[in-house]
């Protein structure tokens, strides 16, 4: 089975620094797409950034960037600069093919603080 | 604003009753999905809809159903409500749902408290 792992419940930040959260997959696609989702404190979900897994390139969205590994199945979420409205829980997201359709499936999250 | 709306936002009920959810997806999305995240089960996928077909389904319970109408809104009807179904509910909606690099965007989901 297909899964999404994240292994670190929680991670501490100081504003202004720079912080990575883990994600690992496994997978037998060799074409597919990976998404990191933000959770603030008002529980919306945010699509904070995605990758392309053909495309050597690692994603970037302002702060956000993407450390992503395909031979290793890892693809981490660095956050640069970190200010306390990045405080958050972050879910890995990956998409779950049966048969011609997708759905996402998340990881179990990380919830992430950021001290003054 | 994602552009996905759910109503209604909280809702209190109690044991035993039936309420119903419903979502507007994005302009121009066809599919809808709906995820329930609970504090000890995460974010778990319930049901997808794709143009007002069924397209795929996840750990939805019996008592759970859902359908999307011909102007593409959807509702998740949940009946015999128990404590424990209470979670938050999320609609999210794409433009298609057969295609890998679909983003899905969230709405800001319903609070359904069971007491």
């Known amino acids: 089975a297909q899964t999404v792992t994240q292994s670190q419940p929680e991670m501490s930040v100081q504003e202004a620094e720079t912080v990575t959260l883990s994600c690992t997959y496994d997978t037998s696609e060799s074409d597919y797409y990976l998404f990191w989702y933000k959770q603030p404190p008002s529980r919306q979900m945010i699509l904070v950034i995605r990758?392309?897994?053909?495309?050597?390139q690692n994603a970037t969205e302002n702060r956000f960037s993407v450390n992503f590994q395909k031979a290793a199945q890892s693809f981490s979420l660095k956050i640069s600069d970190s200010q306390l409205g990045d405080a958050a829980m972050y879910f890995c997201a990956w998409p779950d093919y049966t048969g011609a359709n997708s759905k996402l499936t998340f990881g179990k999250g990380i919830t992430l603080s950021v001290r003054p | 604003d994602s552009g996905v709306t759910q109503t209604p936002k909280h809702l209190i009920t109690a044991t035993g009753q039936r309420v119903t959810l419903r979502c507007s997806p994005r302009s121009g999305d066809l599919s809808v999905y709906w995820y329930q995240q609970s504090l000890d089960q995460g974010l778990q996928f319930l049901i997808q809809?794709?143009?007002?077909?069924?397209?795929a389904k996840g750990n939805i319970l019996e008592r759970f159903s859902a359908q999307q109408f011909p102007d593409l809104h959807s509702e998740l009807n949940l009946s015999s409500l128990e404590l424990g179904d209470s979670a938050l509910y999320f609609c999210a909606s794409s433009v298609a749902g057969t295609s890998p690099g679909n983003t899905i965007y969230f709405g800001e989901g319903s609070w359904l408290t069971v007491v």
């Open positions: 990758q392309e897994a053909y495309k050597q």
């Open positions: 809809y794709y143009n007002g077909e069924e397209r």
